[in-house]
């Protein structure tokens, strides 16, 4: 899996931080960036974009399909 933090959406909740701290960290605007997009195995890294308040994490599978949040 591949995951992307939308920035606009973001608003430093830190949620995804207390899922996967070795994937995320806070830069100086206090918006969560990926630091580690291995640091998680995927079950964590979708679990980590399910606690976003602002589903701000997207995720991707390895075909590039977004599998989060769920297209309308």
Request: glycine letters at 4%; hydrophobic letters at 40%; proline letters at 6%.
């Amino acid at each position: 899996m591949k995951i992307h933090v939308e920035r606009d959406l973001c608003i430093g909740a830190a949620s995804c931080i207390a899922v996967a701290p070795d994937v995320y960290e806070l830069d100086d605007e206090n918006k969560a960036i990926i630091k580690n997009p291995k640091g998680a195995d995927d079950q964590t890294l979708l679990d980590s974009a399910k606690a976003c308040p602002t589903q701000a994490i997207i995720v991707l599978d390895d075909n590039g399909n977004q599998v989060y949040p769920e297209k309308k």
